[in-house]
């Protein structure tokens, strides 16, 4: 999970993540529910659906949409 997030942030925002945004980001994926279709396996990547929704929340955030 830890090398999603930081990849999430150097493709989107062209840098890597601070300590803080590291962890506000793993609390972000862990709070994302699973598909209901899905079955739940123990693994430490974090689910796509997780995943897409960190990067929507990136490509939203002001840091992405106003750059000098």
């Known amino acids: 999970t830890h090398g999603q ?3 999430a942030y150097r493709r989107i925002l062209a ?3 601070s300590p803080a ?3 506000r980001a793993r ?3 862990a709070s994302v529910p ?3 279709d899905a ?3 123990p693994t430490r990547a974090a689910s796509p659906g997780a995943l897409a ?3 929507q929340t990136l490509f939203a955030s002001n840091e992405f949409v106003y750059r000098p």
């Open 5 to 7: 997030i930081r990849e």
């Open 15 to 17: 840098r890597i993540p």
């Open 21 to 23: 945004e590291l962890d």
């Open 27 to 29: 609390g972000f994926l």
């Open 34 to 36: 699973p598909p209901a």
């Open 39 to 41: 079955t739940i396996t």
């Open 53 to 55: 929704a960190l990067c």
